[in-house]
Nanobody
């Protein structure tokens, strides 16, 4: 089993910053890919930023130049640095990981989410 736990959400004013963290634990040989997703009320879940194989990063157009994804492989942790936050960034942010759990199995794991509210 693989568990992902997000942290760092909260209330921030427009223009402010937050740093989200997501730590993976459990049966982990390696983590092939990471992703941060978000879901705003009444909307579908969308990809915000990701690390794919080969350490390539991808960002949604709406967050480019404002958000930065990074990771600490030794800690099995991924981060999302969010700057210049807007009210449209208000959502529950979810962490996702594609995990090599054993030599013969892979797990796609999700965290339970952390709420980010951007409001004055």
């Amino acid at each position: 089993q693989v568990q992902l736990v997000e942290s760092g959400g909260g209330l921030v004013q427009p223009g402010g910053s937050l740093r989200l963290s997501c730590a993976a634990s459990g049966s982990i040989l390696s983590i092939n890919a990471w992703g941060w997703y978000r879901q705003a009320p009444g909307k579908q879940r969308e990809l915000v930023a990701s690390f794919t194989s080969g350490s390539r990063t991808n960002y949604a157009d709406s967050v480019k130049d404002r958000f930065t994804i990074s990771r600490d492989n030794a800690k099995n942790t991924v981060y999302l640095e969010m700057n210049s936050l807007k009210s449209d960034d208000t959502a529950v942010y979810f962490c996702n990981a594609d995990v090599r759990a054993t030599l013969y199995s892979r797990v796609n794991a999700w965290g339970k989410g952390t709420l980010v509210t951007v409001s004055s």
